[in-house]
Structures are given as C-alpha cells and as structure tokens.
C-alpha cells in the first residue's frame, strides 16, 4: 500500500489529501454505484508526475482511479471499487497546447473543460463539435473519451470523433502516443515540418484511440488529446420541427443529414426542451413544457467564409423541399422557444445548477446505440416500462442525437428524482435496472455501460471479454488501473 509520503514526494505536500472530507467527496457519486472511500487523493501537473505515480502504484500494487471533470459525477466510473485506492485528479492539467486553424485541430491537457476551451477555438476561428449542453465542469477530454455524442453529426465520421490523437500512460508506467502522434520526431518536430496529430488510426495498423475509448481509466491515464474541429460558420439560421410522429420526423432527420444540408441536428422531448430553457423554476419550466409538442426537432443551416449566404439560401430551400415531401413543418420558433436561442444554448455549458438537476435535484441517464428502424418501439417500450414502475413518463426527459453521418442514433432517457427521497430513488434505480435489460433484448445496443450493470451488459459476449482481458494484461499487468470497472 502507497503512503501519503510518497505520493508528496512526486507532486508536492499540497497535491496530495488524506482528509476525511475531502475523501468523502470522491467516494460516490450521483449515480446509485456504492460509495468507497479512497485512501487518497493526488493531483498530478505534468506528464513526469502522471508517470511515476503509475509506476510507484506498481511497486506498491495499489489501485488508481483516474478523474479529470469536476463534480457532480453521474456514472459511477470515477468512484473506487475497492478499498485502498489513490484518486488521481487531472483536473488541474490546464494547458491549452495547441490551435490549429489551418488543419483544424485543438490539443489541449484533461483538466481543460469546455467553458475554457470554447474561447480559446472561437478566437482562431474554430467551434467544437461538441455534446449537448455540457455541465461547466466536463472535461473536454474525458468526454471525448466516454465517446459521448456530439451534436454536429454531418461531421461524425467514426464513434470516436472528434478524438484524434492522445498522450497515455498505459499501466505498465510507459508513456504511448498514438495516431499521428506516435512519430517520427517529437511533437514539436512533427508541428516544425507541418504535422497536426489529426489522424487518430495508427500507429502502423493498430488503431489503440479504439481501446483506450469507453475504458474508463482501466487501461492507462491520458495525459493530453488533440481533438478535430469546425470552421466557425458566419452565416446561420436555425429552425424547429415539432411533432408527435416520432418515425416522421427521423424520416425527415435521415435526408436532411444524408444531403449533407445541416450542421447542429437533435430531437428532444418537451420535458427536456424546458428543462434546458427554463430560467425561473418552475414557472418557467412548466409554462415553456405545456406550450410545447410532444417532440421538437432542432436543425441549423449554416454558411461560412464564401458565398454564406448564398450558401443558406439554397439549403434552406432544399430542406424545405424535403419537409413539404415528408409532410413536416420548420418554424423559426415553437411555443415559447425560438430556434435561435435553442441553438445558442446547445452550444454552450450549461449554467449553474446542471441542467439535468434543475428539476428534482437528481437524474439516471439510461443511453444505447440504435438504428432508425427500431427508435419508436423501443421509445413506446421505455414508457411502458415508466407506467409499471409507477414513475410519471410525462416527466421522463428523451433526448435523440443521430451520430456518425445519421446511420445510427443515439437514445438517451433522463430519469428525473428527489435524491432526498428514499421511495423515489428506490423506484428510479429499479426503473432503470428493469429498463436495461428489457431494452437490450429489444435490440438496444449499451455500447457504454457503466455502474453495476456493466458486467451484464459486457458479459453477454464472451469473445469481447476475451479479447479486452487479453489486452488488459499486456497494458496493464498488475491491474492497478480502476479495477472492477467493465469486466476486469
């Protein structure tokens, strides 16, 4: 077991805690995983502390539990499975490396959120393609690293994007990078002869960014990614499509995305429109949710440095096209809520408190992966499903984000709770444990699943398992990185 001492000895007396208090911060969370205290707190500045904490852990055979966003966590993934383990907190990891306005590419350290990364993009011309709404406190890193969706899919080429290249130290204490990243040279090199580590597959013919992705910490810690990005449009005009026709409106979804005629694309209930726009709680909420249908679907036209608004103009006119075809009808607002401001909003973290919390002061996120095809039985099941627990469905929040150029979607329910009331926790978390595996046998695909439902969800395939152990081995033999998370 690691002492106190040691861990001061790499990153000074002040980066380290023992604290009862401050240990009790980071042994739950606001998911229903249960809570472990760590035996510490450390919180590494350089890439030379991330290094020897791992190889120190390996002497010492102690556990590390990687984090990088600030509080509140929702997951489970950055809370200790077992006694005895050191929180290794990057979130004071600052540094905005590099912009890169000529190849689009931002590199930037774990502890660097999106409120912090967004100016620094915006001044060279750039955007983020980003998720939605963001807390203030996410890391820009950690939450291309859990793959969460992002909310530009006409740019989403794989799952992984926009993650390009990454600094880790695996388990073992070696320091890896891949992609373009990898060499020859060092990365200062590759800049002098015109390298942006844009390209994420490599090096040679094994993609690593695939493992390292949705692992949770238990593979190594990222000590820096390079990240794609967007030219900033000059030109925008947002619309919203509202309806109650689920399948119509992702029939409109597919063409506007397979022609390639809009940036921002969503679809979210009215619950959760309200949740994020409402101001004053809960005069707003209500008033803005009882103004609005049961879905709302947000899209954006944008134009850039040449010809924008001829640029607007024309796709505006062929998305029109496409909605009189499919029988729907963009506004430029809906009840109490103008496309403008919804896109605005979007692009933004959130304020204080988190959107998600605003409500009831708690939320369970239930997400997976889906076809088009399958979206409205597998919505209609998950109300079901909120009627037999007894949980009122016209609170559930829907949130439904095409990915990777609209072939797939991503479906995210947001389950809305009094955290202070124990007959309302209970039901939320049998809700969603009853709703995971009832949705994976519809055809669900949980391509992220954390908590105590990952090992039913990862174990359901004995190959993957194999094969993620088999690696898991080789980066890291000892098991020090977040054991018990996924299937190790």
């Known amino acids: 077991m690691v002492e106190e001492g040691e861990l001061a000895r790499i990153v000074g007396a002040g980066n380290t805690s023992s604290k009862q208090a401050i240990l009790d911060e980071y042994s739950c969370d606001m998911s229903f995983v249960n809570p472990v205290r760590p035996a510490y707190v450390v919180k590494p500045k350089t890439l030379e502390d991330v290094e020897r904490i791992v190889k120190l852990a390996n002497e010492t055979k102690t556990p590390l539990v990687p984090v990088s966003s600030g509080p509140p966590h929702f997951r489970g993934d950055t809370v200790p499975s077992i006694g005895g383990a050191v929180v ?49 406190s996410k890391s820009v890193v950690g939450s291309m690293l859990e793959r969460e969706p992002v909310i530009l899919p006409k740019y989403h080429w794989d799952i992984a994007d926009p993650l390009a290249c990454v600094e880790i130290v695996f388990g073992t204490g070696d320091m890896f990078r891949t992609g373009a990243a990898a060499g020859p040279g060092t990365i200062e090199e590759q800049w002098a002869a015109g390298g942006s580590q844009k390209e994420a597959a490599g090096p040679g013919q094994i993609s690593l960014y695939r493992v390292i992705g949705g692992a949770q910490g238990t593979m190594g810690i990222v000590t820096w990614a390079s990240l794609r990005c967007e030219v900033l449009p000059s030109v925008e005009e947002p619309f919203m499509v509202g309806s109650s026709d689920i399948g119509k409106l992702f029939d409109f979804v597919h063409w506007i995305i397979r022609l390639r005629l809009v940036n921002e694309c969503f679809i979210l209930n009215s619950s959760n429109l309200a949740a994020m726009m409402a101001k004053r709680w809960p005069k707003d909420y209500q008033d803005i949710k009882d103004n609005l249908p049961p879905y709302i679907l947000l899209y954006n036209v944008a134009g850039y440095e040449y010809l924008a608004e001829e640029r607007v103009e024309y796709q505006v006119k062929d998305v029109n096209d496409v909605a009189q075809r499919v029988g729907v ?34 939320c369970q996120d239930i997400f997976f992966v889906t076809i088009y095809d399958k979206l409205p039985g597998l919505i209609a099941a998950m109300y079901d499903l909120a009627a037999e627990a007894g949980y009122p ?11 990777v150029q609209g072939s797939n979607c991503h479906v995210e329910f947001n389950l809305f709770y009094d955290p202070g009331n124990p007959r309302d926790v209970e039901r939320v978390k049998k809700l969603s444990e009853d709703a995971i595996e009832n949705l994976e046998c519809k055809g669900a695909f949980f391509s992220r699943p954390y908590g105590e439902n990952a090992n039913m969800i990862v174990n359901r395939d004995a190959a993957t398992v194999e094969a993620l152990r088999k690696v898991k081995s080789i980066l890291d033999p000892n098991n020090v990185m977040n054991p018990g998370k996924l299937c190790f």
Not at 397 to 402: E, F
């Open 88 to 136: 290794v907190d990057l979130s004071g990891m600052k540094r905005i490396i590099r912009v890169d306005r000529k190849n689009r590419v931002a590199m930037c350290e774990p502890g660097v959120t999106f409120g912090e990364l967004i100016p620094a993009v915006t001044k060279e011309g750039l955007r983020l393609n980003m998720p939605l709404r963001p807390r203030k």
């Open 329 to 362: 009808e963009p506004a430029e607002a809906i009840g109490k809520v103008s496309a403008v401001e919804l896109l605005k909003v979007a692009n933004q973290p959130s304020a204080e408190p988190y959107w998600k919390l605003r409500a009831k002061g708690g």
């Open 393 to 403: 469905a016209s609170d559930m929040g829907v949130y439904l984000q095409p990915i």
